[in-house]
């Protein structure tokens, strides 16, 4: 935590974990290929870094890149990582259902939840809510299926996140004491601060990457710690 503000950074391998744990975060979310905007990670990954790192560790659910209307074999492959993940000490599940309409399935969102609550674990419903047209009525849905937390640009386009701010403060005014609002989705140096100050949210998700050797992306720790002094400035 920086400045009373919960610090989520997005990591794609296990150098990042361990790098990040360096810094004062309070989570990280897990992924693989955040080239493909974040996979489900390898259980050993987690349990390695589960052994040495110090923050929380909630945990991408998500079995391919694409949309996030599922097929009944891939919900049913989503609920064994996902119970394999919590037996394997994930902190939490961050995961997206969604119908063809671009609405939220209402069921197989409750049934997750509902595993990830049967092992006191917190259920992160990511940026798949931000392909909602009404995210008012998403919201609602989501607190019925108990939620924790959503991780959104407030319905803005990736790298647009001040462009949400707006509604996203909307979001947390209306909503904030039922439901977490997690900003995030181009959290950049030079707008970090506007982020925290439009929305009134007092958490922030950034992956802070840069393009490495071989085209994959990884934590740029330079930029991290730019970005946590300018949090500290607030």
């Known amino acids: 935590m920086v400045n009373d503000i919960k610090i989520e950074i997005c990591i794609g391998n296990v150098e990042d974990g361990i790098k990040a744990d360096k810094y004062p975060i309070d989570r990280l979310e897990l992924n693989s290929a955040l080239e493909l905007g974040g996979l489900s990670p390898g259980v050993e990954t987690l349990k390695y870094l589960k052994e040495n790192?110090?923050?929380?560790?909630?945990?991408?659910?998500?079995?391919?890149?694409?949309?996030?209307?599922?097929?009944?074999?891939?919900y049913e492959l989503m609920l064994k990582e996902a119970k394999m993940m919590l037996e394997n000490g994930a902190d939490g599940i961050v995961f997206g259902f969604l119908k063809e309409d671009r609405t939220i399935?209402?069921?197989?969102?409750?049934?997750?939840?509902?595993?990830?609550?049967?092992?006191?674990?917190?259920?992160?419903?990511?940026?798949?809510?931000?392909?909602?047209?009404?995210?008012?009525?998403?919201?609602?849905?989501?607190?019925?299926?108990?939620?924790?937390?959503?991780?959104?640009?407030?319905?803005?386009?990736?790298?647009?996140?001040?462009?949400?701010?707006?509604?996203?403060?909307?979001?947390?005014t209306e909503y904030g004491e039922q439901i977490q609002f997690l900003p995030g989705g181009g959290v950049r140096i030079e707008n970090v601060k506007q982020v925290l100050r439009a929305s009134g949210c007092h958490q922030i998700h950034?992956?802070?990457?840069?393009?490495?050797?071989?085209?994959y992306l990884g934590l740029d720790e330079k930029q991290l710690q730019t970005i946590l002094n300018k949090i500290a400035e607030l």
């Open 105 to 172: 399935d209402i069921q197989r969102t409750r049934e997750m939840s509902e595993l990830i609550h049967s092992y006191g674990r917190e259920a992160v419903f990511h940026k798949a809510y931000d392909e909602i047209e009404d995210l008012d009525e998403a919201t609602r849905i989501l607190i019925d299926c108990k939620i924790d937390r959503i991780l959104t640009a407030g319905g803005a386009a990736y790298q647009e996140l001040l462009q949400g701010c707006e509604k996203l403060k909307h979001l947390n």
């Open 53 to 74: 790192v110090k923050a929380k560790i909630c945990v991408m659910c998500r079995p391919r890149g694409g949309d996030f209307c599922y097929n009944e074999t891939e």
């Open 206 to 215: 950034m992956t802070s990457k840069k393009q490495y050797p071989g085209g």
